[in-house]
């Protein structure tokens, strides 16, 4: 099978494993720059080329797409969709991911629970607003914010307001939720591969701040989900329409509540916290799509079960040293 890997930056630690794990299966396999690829469009059909180089004959696609090359990089992965190439993610799915209210409001119309969730563009409907949301605490989030940057706890009425009219003097767009006091500050990444949990892991906040984020100083492990849990992080990315899919829950007195469906999950917390070959998981799923198996069959150079290899130290997103290789892949950790 002809891999190609829509990534800005090849020495990431997810990129790495992804080309390591396609070539262990003896796929060939390419990094592209998305914002490298240039297409031409014309009814009687579609171009792309790289670096002067006519791109044809890729059978999959593995889009990592980062959310500064949002548009440019679905545009480019559509292209490789109307050329014929199977992505986990299809540009619709990943553009329907990253806006977060739209993702809010398609989890909660299929029944998924979720923090109850306000927005409103008026000043002068805020006072109602938050009138929905009950009283505070409330988390007020700013739509574009990541790793937990932009994530608010206002634990009054006053501090409520006084975030939103903040947010709205910088023209942000933000949502305000009731906050989960019950979660303690923890959040469960569960990583879903095709119909699979692969991986799950517990995020649990540094002392003293709600946020999870390892960015914030969380810390990671290995956790077993219930099946409740695995159900509604599959039914989330379900919906989202993704096949690869990093889904963030809470656990909640009312059960699980999905935070955020990511389409783009990095491997680095996950593979480390769990010992899971997730990457392996990623392109054993493209591999068993009707059509592109026996592709990874033809000319496989390593040999020996690729599932199992422990993956070679590559440089790590965050500037520091590669981290240990995953431990011995278990199937069964987090598994639906
Ligand atoms: N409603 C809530 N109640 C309790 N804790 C929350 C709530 N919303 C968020 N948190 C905590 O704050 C963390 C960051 O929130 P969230 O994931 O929504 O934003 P982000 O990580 O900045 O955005 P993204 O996940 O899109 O990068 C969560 O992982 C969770 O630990
Ligand atoms: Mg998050």
Redesign the pocket.
Known sequence: MKIAILSRNAKLYSTQRLVDAARARGHTVRVLDPLRCYMAIAPGGFRLRYKGRELAGIDAVIPRIGASVTFYGTAVLRQFELMGAWSPNTSDAILRARDKLRCHQMLAGDGLGL?LTVFGDNPDDTEDLLGLLGKPPH?I?LNE???????ILAENPGASRSVIEAFRGLYANFVV????AE?K???LRCFVVGDRVVAAMR?Q?AAGD????LHRGGRASAVELSPEETETALRAARVMGLGVAGV?L?RSRRGPLV??V?SSPGLEGIEAATGVDVAGAIIDLLASRPGLAKAGRRGSRKAGPAATRAPRKVAATDGKPGRAAPRAQSRRRGRG
Not at 145 to 151: A, L
């Open positions: 923090p988390v989030k914010g990541t790793q937990g940057n932009g994530v939720q009731e906050f989960i979660a500050g923890a959040d995020r906040a709600f946020r999870s984020n963030d809470l935070l955020e990511n």
